[in-house]
C-alpha cells in the first residue's frame, strides 16, 4: 500500500499498486498531451514562419525578374527608336539630297538660258560697236551653235537609245511577265516553280519526265495526284516548247497539238496542256489561258507565268469533280431525284467558268497596262526625234547667218557696213 497525502486538504489516504500506477498514468499522460500540444504549436508557428519567408523570398524573386523585364523592354523600346530615328535621318537626308539635286538642275537650266540669251545680245551688241570684229563673232557663234547642237544630239541619242530599251524590256516583260528564264530551260524552270510549291500545295502529287517511249513517242513532263487512299484525283501530260531567235523556221504551237493529244491519250493521262514560247507575238496566246478543246479534246495552251495556275485550276475542278461524284453515288442508293446533283454541277461549272473568266480578265488588264507604257515610250522616242529636227533646222540658221542678210532691210547698219568697206579701200 502506498500513502498519498491530498495536495488540497492535506489528508493522507492510501491507495493499492493498481489505484497509484492508475494515478501516475494519468499523471504523465495529461503531461505528455500538454507537451504534445505545445510542440505542435510551435511546429505550426514554424510552418507559418517557413510559408511567409518563402513567399517573401518568392515575392522578392518575382519582382526582380520583373524589373529585369521592364528594363530589357525599356532597352529594346530604346534601341527601336534610336535605329527608327537613325533610318528617318538618313531618309530625311536622302529626301534632302534629292531636293537640292532638283533645285540644283532647275537652277542650271536657268542659268544656261540667262547665259544664252546674254550671248545673243552680247553678239547683237558687238555687231552694233564694233563691225570689225564681224568675221570672228560669227565664226565664235558658229562653233558655239555646233557645240550645243552636238552635246544636244549626243543627249539627244542616249535618250532615244534608252527608251529603246525600255521599249524593248517592256515588250520582253509582256511576254513574260514572272518568268524569270536566267541561264535555264523552259523545261527547267517549270521543274523549279513546282518544287518551290511541292511541300505546301502538292504534297500528294508528282511531277516527273515522261520517260515511255513505247508508242514511238513521249511527252515532256506527266503530272499526277492522288488522295488519300491513293485514288487519282488528275492527271496532266506536259509539252513544253522554246524557240531560239536564230531559229530559220518558226514553228507554230498548232504545229504540236496532234502529238501531244496522242501522248496523253497513250499515257492515259485526262488532260493535256502546252506550255509554249512560240509565236511571242500573237496576242491570241498572250492574253492567258488558251482554251484549245475546239481542236483536240481537253487541251490548253499557256504561257510560262501560267504553268502553276493551270495546274491549280484542273486540279481544283478534278476535286470538285470528286466531291459532286461521291454525292451523286450516295444520292443515287438512297434513290433521290438526280435533278439536285445536276444543278449543283451545273452551279460548279458556272462557279468555275466564271472564276476563270475573273482571272483571264485580271492578266488582260496587266497586259493593257504594259501596252500602254510601250505607246507612252514611243511617243517620246518621237518627240525626241522631233527635237533632232528642230535642232538641225536651228543649225542650219546659224550656218546660213551672213552680213548680207543681217543688213537686208536695214539701213542704218547697211551704211556702216558700206563706211567700213570705203575705210579699208
Keep these: 500500500m502506498n500513502e498519498i497525502i491530498c495536495p488540497n486538504c492535506k489528508k493522507a489516504f492510501k491507495v493499492d ?45 518575382l519582382q526582380e525578374d520583373l524589373a529585369k523585364k521592364d528594363k530589357e523592354i525599356t532597352e529594346l523600346n530604346a534601341r527601336i527608336e534610336r535605329e527608327l530615328a537613325v533610318q528617318l535621318a538618313k531618309k530625311e537626308s536622302e529626301i534632302s539630297e534629292m531636293k537640292s539635286k532638283l533645285q540644283n538642275a532647275e537652277l542650271e537650266k536657268k542659268l544656261s538660258v540667262s547665259e544664252a540669251i546674254k550671248a545673243i545680245e552680247k553678239e547683237r551688241d558687238s555687231l552694233s560697236n564694233s563691225l570689225e570684229n564681224k568675221e570672228i563673232e560669227k565664226q565664235l557663234l558658229e562653233k558655239s551653235l555646233n557645240e550645243k547642237f552636238i552635246a544636244q544630239l549626243k543627249t539627244k ?112 493521262c485526262e488532260y493535256a496542256v502546252l506550255v509554249s514560247l512560240l509565236e511571242s507575238d500573237n496576242e491570241y496566246y498572250n492574253t492567258g489561258i488558251v482554251d484549245v478543246s475546239y481542236r483536240f479534246d481537253k487541251m490548253y495552251v499557256v504561257r510560262p507565268q501560267f504553268f502553276i495556275p493551270i495546274i491549280t485550276l484542273l486540279r481544283n ?48 488588264t496587266a497586259i493593257d497596262e504594259i501596252d500602254k507604257t510601250i505607246i507612252h515610250l514611243q511617243k517620246t522616242k518621237e518627240a525626241l526625234l522631233s527635237s533632232e529636227n528642230n535642232l538641225r533646222l536651228a543649225n542650219n540658221k546659224a550656218d546660213d547667218l551672213t552680213i548680207k542678210k543681217l543688213t537686208h532691210g536695214n539701213p542704218t547698219m547697211k551704211a556702216k557696213f558700206d563706211g567700213l568697206t570705203d575705210k579699208a579701200e
Design 317 to 364: 475542278a478534278a476535286m470538285n469533280s470528286m466531291e459532286y461524284k461521291a454525292e451523286l453515288s450516295l444520292i443515287r442508293s438512297q434513290n433521290v431525284d438526280i435533278t439536285n446533283f445536276e444543278d449543283k454541277i451545273n452551279s460548279f461549272k458556272e462557279g468555275f467558268a466564271r472564276n476563270y473568266d475573273l482571272a483571264s480578265r485580271k492578266f488582260k
Design 17 to 61: 499498486e493498481a489505484g497509484f500506477a492508475d494515478i501516475l498514468k494519468q499523471v504523465r499522460d495529461h503531461q505528455f498531451e500538454e507537451e504534445l500540444k505545445s510542440r505542435l504549436d510551435l511546429a505550426e508557428k514554424d510552418k507559418q514562419s517557413a510559408i511567409k519567408l518563402a513567399e517573401a523570398n518568392l515575392k522578392n524573386s
Design 157 to 268: 541619242d542616249d535618250i532615244i537609245q534608252m527608251k529603246d530599251d525600255e521599249i524593248a524590256f517592256r515588250k520582253d516583260m509582256k511576254l513574260k511577265l514572272s518568268t524569270k528564264m536566267l541561264g535555264e530551260s523552259l523545261e527547267q524552270h517549270c521543274e523549279i516553280e513546282f518544287n518551290k510549291l511541292r511541300a505546301t500545295a502538292f504534297q500528294n502529287a508528282c511531277f516527273e519526265k515522261d520517260n515511255d517511249s513505247r508508242g514511238g513517242t513521249k511527252g515532256d513532263y506527266i503530272y499526277k495526284e492522288t488522295d488519300g487512299p491513293g485514288n487519282e484525283i488528275i492527271s496532266i501530260m506536259f509539252e513544253m516548247k522554246n524557240e531560239n531567235d536564230e531559229t530559220a523556221t518558226k514553228k507554230r504551237n498548232e504545229d504540236f497539238f496532234a502529238k501531244l493529244d496522242k501522248d496523253r491519250k497513250e499515257k492515259g
